[in-house]
């Protein structure tokens, strides 16, 4: 495999183009003028923004679909496999113009766009996949066989964040709305900044920006180890926990990867609340929530509210001012600490900086306020560790506190909390078993728990562990536990379960959020006064 990524006109196929991290970097080449071919399974809202930009995308994983890089026609096109060709045009034309589908989105009954794709000369595309491509796909095994160069999404990244002054945003928790909450403020303070995250935020409408100016600011992912290919001008690491069970075998090795990444960054920005990125990653420069620590960024005077955060910062012990946020949880503080530090870093005023604080609205499937039906909140957060559902079940209590005199912000409804519904997917057969008892004891903050089955992530089912088991470990720490085998099962049972006060919160990595839009639509009130956000979902 060779370890140098060509921007120079080669074309670019990703296999699995529709996932988060692999859209976002075929968005960046496509915005860079670079011809994409990619493929998935199925169509999405992601997928199609794709191919407006001019992207070629194939509905299935086959080998045929490499059949359009296998010989050139003689004229300077390249033909499709249907036998269809388009007009040549060079690596150096806008995206959309003479390949892809014009926009259109619509794919053939061959699993193309209808036009075949074609660029100046002859050559095998730079293959882009990611550690969910098994060694066994037929398109995997299609490039190896033809010769093409083929890269981890990782090395991708690693080749753009060498191209600019980046930031890098790792951590076990807290990287997606760390990493959208620096870009985005980069973004008001004027920076045009590139932006790749692993989640989609309105601001930029979707999960990457090609800016014009010198900074990248990137979510950083450790899940597959790959996280080591990174070097970056700023590291961000917010936390370091064992999370990926089926990568890593223990503490030490996650350290280890994080000890890497912080070793070829210039500068490390480091939450020291966590005892490991304080001891052992030792960045330097640091934040704490605690006012008494010897931190470079901390924060006293806090006040949680249902519609956010108000809190006094501090940098080397000299107080900077008040910064207001709009997200909700002591987490979401630390996240914004961290943006505070790297936005000084990079010599903006702090009023700059609290400005874009406090219009950050947050990323999608992040504490994502859905709407309101019938009295009942809906609320969709990726939570997925433990860890991450205590703190997002904590920040979901501060809704039940009656509003403040003066709202932080005008989307907290006006209508009082009873109950916070904790509707939970488990996510990976290996994650559940290694953590089965702290999911057990997560629940705390939820009056109920509605738990469905294991989503498996492509993992295979060994039969050691399943929904029900999980369940009924909760329930030895949870009075109320209800298992659905089923997304369709959960979908009926909340229509059975939910009332007028309830806060709804969708838990999990997976697919869960697909029901929202049906338990939504048969609270809706009929007299017109509910409230909907409808978002895509996963």
């Not at 760390?178 to 989609?200: H, K, N, R, V, Y």
């Not at 936005?343 to 005023?349: D, P």
């Amino acid at each position: 495999m060779p370890n140098t990524v060509e921007f120079n006109g080669r074309p670019f196929h990703f296999i699995g183009i529709g996932g988060i991290g692999m859209s976002a970097l075929a968005y960046i080449l496509a915005k860079r003028q670079l011809p994409i071919f990619g493929s998935d399974l199925q169509t999405s809202h992601i997928t199609r923004r794709l191919q407006g930009m001019g992207a070629h995308i194939f509905w299935s994983q086959d080998a045929s679909n490499f059949d359009i890089f296998r010989s050139p026609n003689g004229n300077g096109t390249m033909s499709h496999r249907s036998g269809a060709t388009a007009p040549a045009v060079s690596p150096e034309s806008p995206p959309g113009e003479g390949w892809g589908d014009g926009g259109t989105g619509t794919p053939t009954s061959d699993g193309s766009n209808g036009k075949g794709p074609s660029f100046s000369g002859f050559q095998l595309p730079q293959v882009i996949c990611s550690t969910a491509i098994h060694p066994q796909n037929a398109e995997y095994q299609a490039a190896l066989q033809l010769g093409c160069p083929i890269f981890h999404r990782s090395d991708l990244l690693a080749a753009l964040i060498r191209d600019y002054q980046s930031i890098a945003v790792a951590g076990t928790h807290g990287k997606t709305t760390t990493s959208s909450l620096i870009a985005f403020l980069l973004l008001e303070a004027g920076l045009d900044p590139t932006i790749l995250i692993g989640g989609e935020v309105n601001a930029w409408e979707g999960n990457a920006r090609m800016g014009r100016g010198p900074y990248m600011v990137a979510e950083a992912d450790e899940s597959d180890g790959s996280l080591v290919k990174l070097a970056a001008r700023i590291g961000v690491v917010t936390n370091i926990e064992l999370d990926h069970p089926d990568h890593y075998q223990t503490l030490d090795q996650v350290v280890s990867t994080f000890q890497v990444f912080a070793g070829q960054c210039e500068t490390v920005v480091g939450c020291i609340d966590c005892e490991t990125v304080r001891d052992r990653i030792r960045p330097s420069v640091s934040y704490s929530l605690n006012p008494q620590s010897d931190a470079d960024y901390t924060a006293d005077e806090v006040e949680y509210h249902p519609d956010g955060i108000v809190a006094r910062v501090f940098e080397g012990g000299r107080p900077l001012g008040r910064l207001r946020l709009q997200l909700l949880g002591r987490h979401n503080l630390s996240n914004a600490l961290a943006a505070v530090a790297v936005g000084r870093l990079l010599g903006l005023e702090f009023s700059t900086i609290a400005d874009a604080v406090a219009r950050f609205q947050g990323a999608k499937r992040r504490f994502e306020y859905r709407g309101h039906c019938g009295g009942i909140q809906f609320v969709d957060d990726y939570a997925h560790h433990p860890s991450e559902i205590r703190v997002t079940l904590a920040a979901a209590r501060l809704r039940m506190q009656p509003p403040p005199p003066t709202a932080l912000t005008s989307v907290h409804p006006t209508a009082a909390i009873k109950r916070v519904i904790a509707v939970f997917q488990p996510h990976r057969y290996s994650r559940t078993r290694a953590f089965l008892e702290e999911f057990a004891e997560c629940f705390g903050d939820a009056d109920l728990v509605l738990l469905t089955d294991i989503y498996s992530a492509g993992e295979p089912d060994s039969g050691a562990i399943d929904g029900q088991q999980l369940a009924d470990r909760i329930a030895r720490h949870h009075p109320r536990v209800d298992y659905q085998p089923t997304l369709e099962a959960v979908t009926i049972r909340l229509r059975e379960l939910l009332k007028p006060g309830d806060l709804v919160l969708f838990l999990g990595a997976g697919n869960l959020n697909r029901v929202i839009p049906e338990v939504m639509a048969f609270f809706q009130d009929s007299d017109g006064q509910s409230e909907a956000h409808p978002t895509e979902c996963a």
